[in-house]
């Protein structure tokens, strides 16, 4: 089960409090990554299209950042495997709207 953490404004989206489970999140080749969580996330919720990646592209929206571990994962391949800790559970994937301005 991935874990994944969304923030207020996608929750409400969503219709979803706390964070969100997914099962059975693997691409292709049996690996978890981005892609495949943000694949099984629009799946489920499918109210999210087009909000955290756009929907033509699959490019992360700008000011849309992932996180795992304490790591920025926003620049990584979208098909890299996600660490360890977020597969089996124990550390949330987490969607952080970016804030900008000053």
Partial sequence: MIRVLLP???????????EVRLEGVTGPDGAVTQRSVLDALEAQYPMLLGTIRDR???KR???????????????ESPD???PEEVVVGKEPFIVLGAMAGG
């Fill in 8 to 18: 207020a404004h996608l929750k409400n989206l969503a219709h979803v409090t706390g």
């Fill in 80 to 82: 890299a495997p996600l």
């Fill in 61 to 75: 929206r700008a000011f849309v950042r992932f996180y795992a571990c304490e790591e920025d994962l926003s620049n």
């Fill in 56 to 58: 033509h592209s699959g």
